[in-house]
């Protein structure tokens, strides 16, 4: 028994220097930030104002790498199974803990084959309107669905969970219509095609601050609205935030996601990085590793509940 317990603990002793030598050695080569959208959305947007800085501090190029498909499921998957050495990171947002009450099984497992690092930036839900919709905020919107009951339409950005939520919640029938990333929805959105579209406000300003869509509410206050009234109002319940973060391959060595995550945290410091953030409508992150992990799974528990509540069962 001693002579495994002794095994054990030179066993330890030798590879914790060697995750540190690790950790200290990244990045040895060009990293990957795998978007699981398309080009174009507000994950894209996210992605591309921390990379010049990551850049610099990695003194190696970051690059944007869009994998889209099957809900962010292929780009998620591409990375679960990439090497966990900190080259290929994932970027993704709520929709990953949204997953397993949408899907019944998946390529990977969200509670182990990803490695939370950090959050990266919080951003409000938002629910607008094409301006040819009679309705100027969520209150008159809610009176025209039950006038209505079926006849309305709202796009989302891959998943169907947040239109559910405000529909059981406002006791509403309004029809789901999925788009496979808040590009497209935005561009439909715009165009008239989809009369209304739930989204991040990182996904929707632009277009709300053109006037080709108009903005009803807000998920909770928003420092790019600040006078968008907030959904839960006229809507008690309704919390639906969204947020994009940064996960690591299983495997990759603690020392290693550390340094990441202290990095990417910094960079999220930076003045002007902060800034750019805020003008698309996020509030930067830089949670730890432990306190992102701990918001995944409490997220993932609370949309399983409300997929179980409204009926829908996982393909």
Same mark, same amino acid.
């Given at each position: ?5 002794? /095994?054990?603990?030179?066993? @330890? ?62 780009? /998620? ?9 900190? $080259? ?28 939370? &690092? ?11 309107? $094409? ?35 405000? @529909? ?23 165009? =008239? ?5 739930? =989204? ?7 277009? &709300? ?42 495997? /990759? ?18 003045? &002007? ?11 930067? =992150? ?30």
């Amino acid at each position: 028994m001693r002579s495994v317990l002794w /095994t054990t603990v030179i066993a @330890t002793a030798l590879l914790a220097p060697a995750h540190a030598v690790l950790a200290q050695a990244f990045p040895g080569k060009m990293v990957r930030l795998v978007i699981p959208f398309p080009v174009g959305g507000s994950s894209d947007a996210n992605a591309r104002i921390i990379i010049p800085f990551l850049s610099e501090r990695w003194k190696q190029q970051v690059i944007v790498e869009s994998r889209p498909g099957a809900a962010t499921i292929v780009g /998620t998957d591409y990375v679960a199974k990439s090497p966990p050495d900190g $080259h290929t990171l994932l970027l993704n947002s709520t929709q990953y803990p949204q997953s397993p009450a949408l899907f019944a099984k998946l390529p990977y497992d969200p509670y182990t084959d990803l490695v939370p &690092v950090t959050l990266v930036t919080l951003s409000p839900q938002a629910i607008v309107a $094409h301006p040819s919709l009679p309705a100027r905020n969520v209150k008159e919107l809610i009176a025209l669905a039950r006038a209505r009951p079926g006849e309305l339409n709202m796009g989302n950005a891959g998943n169907m969970l947040p239109t559910l939520l405000f @529909t059981m919640l406002a006791n509403v029938k309004i029809e789901n219509v999925p788009y496979k990333g808040a590009g497209p929805l935005m561009i439909d959105a715009m165009g =008239g095609h989809v009369p209304l579209a739930i =989204g991040a406000v990182s996904s929707v300003q632009a277009a &709300v601050r053109s006037g080709r869509v108009r903005m009803l509410g807000v998920s909770s206050p928003s420092a790019a609205f600040p006078d968008a009234p907030v959904i839960a109002k006229d809507v008690p319940g309704f919390d639906a935030d969204t947020w994009f973060g940064l996960f690591a391959p299983r495997g /990759t060595p603690k020392d290693l996601v550390m340094r990441i995550r202290d990095d990417v945290a910094a960079v999220l410091q930076l003045p &002007v990085v902060k800034q750019r953030l805020r003008d698309i409508g996020g509030e930067p =992150g830089g949670q730890s590793p432990d306190e992102f992990a701990t918001r995944v799974r409490n997220e993932i528990a609370k949309w399983l509940r409300v997929a179980t509540a409204a009926g829908i069962k996982p393909q």
